[in-house]
């Protein structure tokens, strides 16, 4: 069994930054697949980004390209969010995942689908006002 813990949410105005950061104990980590989700009020959880194993390969919703970047550190056995030029629709919960199941070759099918994520976070808070 893993342990997640993040961190890093707040309040934030429209087009500034955070950093989410979201640390794994229990198990050896750097053989997981990590993801991050959100849920806004009212809404189902979505896939967010995703990183592989060594962290070479990222994946990552339409929605965030371009202002996101998941990262991964195996020695400190963390995962971190950057979120840049952030959004009043960014607004949610944030929630890391791991993954030991998944196998072969990623793909953003697979990165993305929730039931292929065995331990999840508690979740941070992310506020973004405009």
């Known amino acids: 069994q893993v342990q997640l813990v993040e961190s890093g949410g707040g309040l934030v105005q429209a087009g500034g930054s955070l950093r989410l950061s979201c640390a794994a104990s229990g198990r050896t980590f750097s053989g997981s697949i990590m993801g991050w989700f959100r849920q806004a009020p009212g809404d189902e959880r979505e896939f967010v980004a995703a990183?592989?194993?060594?962290?070479?390969?990222?994946y990552y919703a339409d929605s965030v390209k371009g202002r996101f970047t998941i990262s991964r550190d195996n020695a400190k056995s963390t995962v971190y969010l950057q979120m840049n030029n952030l959004k009043p629709e960014d607004t949610a919960v944030y929630y890391c995942a791991v993954s030991f199941s998944i196998i072969g070759a990623l793909n953003i099918a697979i990165v993305r689908t929730e039931t292929n994520y065995g331990s999840w976070g508690q979740g941070t808070q992310v506020t973004v006002s405009s």
């Open positions: 990183i592989s194993r060594t962290g070479r390969t990222t």
